[in-house]
């Protein structure tokens, strides 16, 4: 069984930074399709950010490309987030998720497909 956890979350300030990372135990994350998604208070939860098992293939969410990064470290067993220029509606509790074990070549999947989540970590962006 798949455990995934979830860390980095914080409060910052429009405009600036924060990393987030999902690792995992007793599993190969590079064996498994990553997803982030985010909740935002009264909101529906969204897909931000995910990359492949096949390939490492990536995919944004348009409220975040050009500002969200995606990225393996297979030495750490972790999945990053990294997320410039955050703004106020980027707030929110972030998980990382991953659907079964399989060589997916591209990671644009349906929310229904992950079966695996993390605890979440909070994100606050404000000034």
């Known amino acids: 069984q798949l455990q995934l956890v979830e860390s980095g979350g914080g409060l910052v300030q429009p405009g600036g930074s924060l990393r987030l990372s999902c690792t995992a135990s007793g599993e190969n994350l590079d064996d498994y399709t990553i997803g982030w998604f985010r909740q935002a208070p009264g909101k529906e939860r969204e897909g931000v950010s995910c990359?492949?098992?096949?390939?490492?293939?990536?995919h944004y969410a348009d409220s975040v490309r050009g500002r969200f990064t995606i990225s393996r470290d297979s030495a750490k067993n972790t999945v990053y987030l990294q997320m410039n220029n955050l703004k106020p509606d980027d707030t929110g509790i972030y998980y990382c998720a991953a659907p079964p074990k399989f060589p997916y070549a591209l990671c644009s999947l349906p929310e229904s497909e992950y079966d695996y989540w993390g605890q979440g970590t909070q994100v606050t962006v404000s000034s």
């Open positions: 990359v492949s098992s096949a390939r490492s293939a990536t």
